[in-house]
């Protein structure tokens, strides 16, 4: 039996590899949350005011994201170069600079510092995923078809 393609960006695919790698790319974002969360209440506990606190979290997620998201989601074959990292940081900034507003509105709008987190997480990796799949690694997704 023949796997379903469909044509999508400009190639080919088959929904099978569509679905691995969006299953990667949340299974990565998960590891990238944990380490977020993780650091950002260990610093708060440690008296960090929660700005600082995000700043670092966010940071200690975007180097997991960057290592896994590169290597294991989008299989990338190729050295590494400046353009793909730039884009990298810019999407990593702009999903940062959401979280970070988005967590000082839903703390300045007297929520619980669990569900601001919450709320300023899942804008920011919307914006994180878009910006990766599209921008970034865009060119690397007609590499994963050459695996299968």
């Given amino acids: 039996?023949?796997?379903?393609?469909?044509?999508?960006?400009?190639?080919?695919?088959?929904?099978?590899?569509?679905i691995k790698t969006l299953g990667r790319f949340c299974t990565v974002g998960v590891g990238n949350t944990l380490i977020d969360f993780g650091v950002f209440f260990l610093l708060t506990a440690c008296h960090v005011s929660y700005l600082p606190a995000q700043i670092c979290s966010y940071t200690a997620g975007i180097?997991?994201?960057?290592?896994?998201?590169?290597?294991?989601?989008f299989c990338v074959k190729r050295?590494?170069?400046?353009?793909?990292?730039?884009?990298?940081?810019?999407?990593n900034i702009a999903a940062s600079g959401i979280t970070f507003l988005l967590l000082y509105l839903f703390q300045n709008c007297g929520c619980s510092l669990l569900v601001s987190k919450?709320?300023?997480?899942?804008?920011?990796?919307?914006?994180?995923?878009?910006?990766?799949?599209?921008?970034?690694?865009?060119?690397?997704?007609?590499n994963i078809q050459d695996q299968e």
């Fill in 1 to 18: 039996m023949t796997a379903t393609r469909i044509f999508y960006e400009g190639r080919f695919v088959t929904l099978k590899e569509k």
């Fill in 63 to 73: 180097v997991n994201s960057y290592v896994w998201n590169r290597n294991w989601t």
């Fill in 79 to 91: 050295k590494a170069d400046g353009k793909e990292i730039v884009r990298f940081l810019m999407i």
């Fill in 118 to 142: 919450l709320a300023a997480t899942i804008g920011g990796m919307m914006m994180n995923f878009i910006g990766n799949r599209i921008w970034v690694f865009g060119d690397s997704l007609k």
